[in-house]
């Protein structure tokens, strides 16, 4: 029960970091309203689901924490893997994912689930919290990936950091399908 309310504070600080983030990548006008709190649509085993803002603006997306780190004990931040939906946008299915440090510059992040590998890019290039960002490099296989996410059993996300170190982020897909369904279900 412990890692429960663990997860539940992760999940909630996380939602808030990712919805930040999302938010300053479209300017200044995201500063202020990445004050207000993302919505908790639901929570389905290992994924959550949660909405923020209305209208044009509204934004949906369903996201995880891994439940494995390597190496044990490097010095991260905030880890999740995200599927965003931005209906006023005409964006569906956006993927992403926080490895908790900056990239290295030549760092080719990769997923795989099950025999399926989903080549990322990152973020260095843009700098700030982009640094600490990937995503998933042909938009074509969104939804390729999203059906993997949903039959599949785990994911595994493997990137570099700046510092040369190698990480493998293991993820539990047990809830990932009712999550996305939440998501699709509230952001049409």
């Known amino acids: 029960m412990p890692r429960r309310k663990r ?8 939602a808030t970091l990712a919805l930040t983030a999302l938010l300053l ?3 200044t006008a995201g500063l ?14 290992d994924w959550s689901a949660y ?7 509204r934004m949906c997306y369903a996201m995880s924490a891994p439940t494995k780190m390597l190496p044990a004990g ?8 995200m599927v965003t939906h931005r209906p006023g946008r005409s964006t569906k299915n956006e993927i992403s994912m926080r490895a908790g440090y900056i990239f290295k510059s030549t760092s080719r992040p990769f997923a795989t689930i099950g ?15 982009h640094q600490y960002w990937a995503w998933l490099e042909n938009p074509s296989e969104e939804g390729k990936m999203v059906q993997a996410l949903k039959a599949g059993a785990s994911m595994e996300v493997r ?22 369904r939440k998501i699709d279900e509230t952001c049409k």
């Open 7 to 14: 997860l539940s504070t992760t999940f909630a600080r996380a």
């Open 51 to 57: 909405s923020y803002g209305s209208g044009a603006d």
């Open 32 to 45: 202020a309203a990445a004050q207000d709190a993302p919505k908790l649509l639901g929570k389905y085993d």
């Open 25 to 27: 990548s479209f300017g």
């Open 159 to 180: 990137g570099t950091s700046s510092r040369d170190t190698l990480t493998i982020d293991t993820y539990s897909l047990k809830g990932s399908g009712a999550a996305l």
């Open 74 to 81: 490097a010095n991260r931040g905030d880890v999740y893997f």
């Open 115 to 129: 025999t399926d590998r989903f080549q990322m890019f990152n973020g260095t290039k843009e700098g700030g919290e």
